[in-house]
Every structure is written in C-alpha cells, then in structure tokens.
C-alpha cells in the first residue's frame, strides 16, 4: 500500500541552477522520507553544492 512519503527523487539534467539548488536545500528538512536526491547536470556551483550537503541528513544519499 502507498503512504505517499516521497523517497527518491531524481531530477538529474534539469538545469536547476544554483538558486534552485538552494531552494531545494532549504526543503530537505521537512522532507524526511527523502533517501535519494540525484541532482547532477544542473549547472550547481560549489555554493549550491555546500548548501545541499549542509542541508542533507546523513541517511540521505546525494548524487551532486
């Protein structure tokens, strides 16, 4: 039966930019039942990238 917790995600290749990234960070810590985000391909610059792993709980596994 589904729950409907989302729990993997991949949104690899979508040009989500660095300001996107950020907004995606910002939401990782209501989403609990996240296990794998795939986010690489998206033009992320090292802030972006600093802030999702910042955001991101260790059981998360992120593909940058």
Do not use: C, M, Q
Request: hydrophobic share 40%.
């Amino acid at each position: 039966s589904a729950n409907g917790s989302l729990t993997k995600l991949d949104i690899a290749s979508n040009e989500i930019g660095p300001e996107g990234a950020k907004e995606i960070a910002k939401s990782l810590s209501v989403t609990g039942s996240l296990t794998e985000l795939t986010l690489w391909n998206n033009n992320l610059d090292e802030s972006a990238k600093s802030a999702l792993r910042a955001a991101a709980r260790p059981a998360l596994n992120l593909t940058l």
